[in-house]
């Protein structure tokens, strides 16, 4: 089946521009989550979605950051008054409980280039 | 807090030959865990295996196989007769049951020399 997308594959933007990026989530599945990788800090966790519960936030690096799911499904990535330190690759992952665990299917990434 | 160190930042061996991807992890808790992935040139993060920190079999899958102890909390990925499709950054993660988010190691970029 389908996995996970997400749009746009590049995004280049100028400093202090707002952007969003969208994940379309594997269909059924119930966990969502965003990452982001740079080139400084790795693979880093921003934020997770599962089911009706409240996101789990802890990873957002700062207020300019937010995500929301609508309907349990589509996620938004918004990320307010851009800086040249957020260009990274934004990950989106999906899973579903199987065997006592979340196993986390990514998708292809947006490129952020923020001059 | 959790840590996963992948000591070696990058690795070149000849095609065919056995390659092992070292992994390192630090947890409090008892009960998580552990993953590889593969992201080739594409990009894409490809998932390769999960392994629960009650189960401390080996296992293999084809060239592929995982050793993991937790007596010296190593999760080791070891790709047995290389070939040059091999060659990727692969990951190593960690999550604690309950608390799903990936925490993810440096990464251990991998060439396979024809």
């Known amino acids: 089946g389908a996995g996970v997308s997400q749009s746009p594959s590049n995004k280049v933007t100028e400093k202090g521009k707002d952007v969003e990026l969208r994940c379309d989530p594997i269909?059924?599945?119930?966990?969502l989550y965003w990452y982001r990788q740079s080139l400084g800090q790795g693979l880093e966790f921003l934020i997770y979605?599962?089911?009706?519960?409240?996101?789990?936030k802890s990873g957002l690096p700062s207020d300019r950051f937010s995500a929301e799911r609508t309907g349990g499904s589509v996620s938004t990535l918004t990320i307010q008054r851009t800086q040249q330190e957020d260009s990274a690759v934004y990950l989106c992952?999906?899973?579903?409980?199987?065997?006592?665990?979340?196993?986390?299917?990514f998708g292809p990434g947006t490129r952020l280039t923020v001059l | 807090a959790q840590k996963v160190t992948q000591a070696q930042t990058e690795i070149s061996v000849v095609e065919k030959e056995d390659v092992t991807l070292d992994c390192v992890y630090e947890t409090r808790d008892t009960t998580y865990y552990l993953f590889w992935y593969k992201q080739p040139p594409s990009g894409e993060l490809v998932f390769l295996i999960r392994?629960?920190?009650?189960?401390?079999q080996n296992e293999i899958s084809g060239r592929y196989s995982w050793n993991f102890q937790k007596s010296t909390s190593s999760f080791n990925f070891t790709i047995t007769a290389s070939q040059v499709v091999d060659s990727a950054v692969y990951f190593c993660a960690l999550s604690e049951i309950g608390n799903e988010k990936l925490t993810f190691g440096t990464g251990t970029r991998l060439t396979i020399i024809p």
């Open positions: 269909s059924g599945h119930t966990a």
């Open positions: 392994r629960n920190s009650f189960d401390e």
């Open positions: 979605f599962q089911g009706n519960s409240a996101p789990d």
């Open positions: 992952a999906s899973s579903i409980l199987t065997s006592g665990s979340f196993t986390q299917y």
